[in-house]
Structure formats: structure tokens, C-alpha cells
């Protein structure tokens, strides 16, 4: 098997004495392990970091086992943010999140095009808003979504939080994501609709599958508070 693609580094970790396994969200072929040889060379390692854009190559002699990976570095993301602890968490987060919610080698274009437009965003004062958002389409990428119409809703313009069901279990979402307004949002609101996201993603993947959620996730939510 032999293809060519772009994507987001989302884990890697050390094989052998100078490769390593790396983990891409791509485009076209969603996410895919390979091998990188020499991925511990001081050449090749310092783009090789969590988020970065690349363009791999794949190369598998057998479809049941490991390929390999040639890559190039098309847009480093994560060392921008390296002074930035809230947004670090966040990027750490992600990658987690598609690590452990993605299957291997399964197209999710409608997911890829939300994170490059989340990435595109990231420099905005409103960043957080993006990043909660692209939470809520990963859910309904991945076959999970919900409801919200704002006609089932009164006194929208005064009340900040409401209580709705999602499979008979009950949630509280702010009235931002209801009328799906993310301008001028404050910290408060963004700490609830944290926890909603939270709350849908624990209660739909990891609870029912006896997975840990990501720490780096409940940290910047307790950051935000």
C-alpha cells in the first residue's frame, strides 16, 4: 500500500533506538499509525511535535501490520503556543481526545476540516468558543448529536443556563450554545459549556467503554472557571 497525504500529528512515542511511531490524523485516510526512522534525529524531531502539519508518506508491504511514514513538515502549530499554558492544554487535549475516540484508518473529513478551522482560529481573542465548537461537531461527526432547537426554549434572553435531556440523561448548557452566538462569551459561560461537552463525551465514549478522560481536558476546564 502506497499513498500520500496531510495531516495533524496527534501521538507519538519512541521504537526502537532511533525511530518512533506517530500517530496522524490525515485528511483522506483519517487516523494512521507508522513508523518514522531516524524520527529521533535532531533533524527530524523537533517538527514531529503534537498538532504540527505534515505531509506523510505511507508505505505497507501488508495491510495487517505497521506501515512507514516519510514526512515533511508543512506548518508548525504547537511551538507558537509554547508560552501559552492554557492553549497547550487545549492542543493536548485534542490530540488526546482524537487518539482515543478515532478509529484507525477511517475517513473523517467533516472532523479534519473542523480542526483546521479550529487552528485557523486559535489567534483569536475567542479561540475558546472555536475549541468548544469543534468539541460539539467531533460528537456529531462520530454519530452522537443532539438537539437544541431554541423554539423548545423560553426566556432565552434573560436566563444564562438550561437543563435539557439527551438520551434520558440530563444537562446543563448555556444559552449561547442553544442560539449558537459565540461572540463576547464570558469565562462563566465558557466553564459551563465545558462541562457540557465534558459531561456528552464522557457519558457517550468513555464511561460506557471504562476509558479515563484526558487530563489535560479537565484542567483547562478548571483553568477557565
Sequence with gaps: MYWEDEGFIISKKKFRENAIILEVFTNKFGK???????GTSRKIKNYLQLINKIFVVYKSKNENKIGYFSTELI???SPKYFNNKKKILCLNSLCSILKILLPENQAYQKIYNSLSELLNNFE????LTYYINWELELIHGLGFGFEANPKNFSNLDTKKIFNITIDNIEYKIPTFLILKKFENVDSEDLAHALNFSRCLMENKFFNPNNIRFPHSRVLLETQTL
Design 32 to 38: 494512521v499509525s507508522g513508523i518514522v526512522y531516524g
Design 75 to 77: 506548518e508548525a502549530i
Design 124 to 127: 483569536k481573542k475567542n479561540w
